[in-house]
Nanobody
Framework: EVQLMESGGGLVQAGGSLRLSCAASGFTFDEYAIGWFRQAPGKEREGVSCINNSDGSTYYASAVKGRFTISSDNAKNTVYLEMNSLKPEDTAVYYC??????????????????WGQGTQVTVSS
């Protein structure tokens, strides 16, 4: 059974940091990419970042580039999203998703084959 479980969300003041984790199981980790997506109330889901676990390539949305860092521990089947300099507009439910590695460079359009349940990130001003 495929499982993706996010953790690490919470409430933080603007300018603060959080680290999200996505623990994966039930599939061959290094054949997939893991993407982070977010959805704020009343807004469409958007891609935030993605890492190709096959070759380590990383991708970021322009809104988070320079502030967020995605990384992967293939030994633990876990992907991390380090979020720094958080802004109120980063407030959303954050989801991780698994998608075939060959689609990692278009993760924002592809979405994911498997999804986690989401974790809330709230940034206060």
């Amino acid at each position: 059974e495929v499982q993706l479980m996010e953790s690490g969300g919470g409430l933080v003041q603007a300018g603060g940091s959080l680290r999200l984790s996505c623990a994966a199981s039930g599939f061959t980790f290094d054949e997939y990419a893991i993407g982070w997506f977010r959805q704020a109330p009343g807004k469409e889901r958007e891609g935030v970042s993605c890492i190709n676990n096959s070759d380590g390539s990383t991708y970021y949305a322009s809104a988070v580039k320079g502030r967020f860092t995605i990384s992967s521990d293939n030994a633990k089947n876990t992907v991390y999203l380090e979020m720094n300099s958080l802004k109120p507009e980063d407030t959303a439910v954050y989801y991780c998703a698994a998608l075939p590695a060959r689609y990692s460079d278009s993760y924002d359009r592809y979405g994911g084959d498997y999804w986690g349940q989401g974790t809330q990130v709230t940034v206060s001003s």
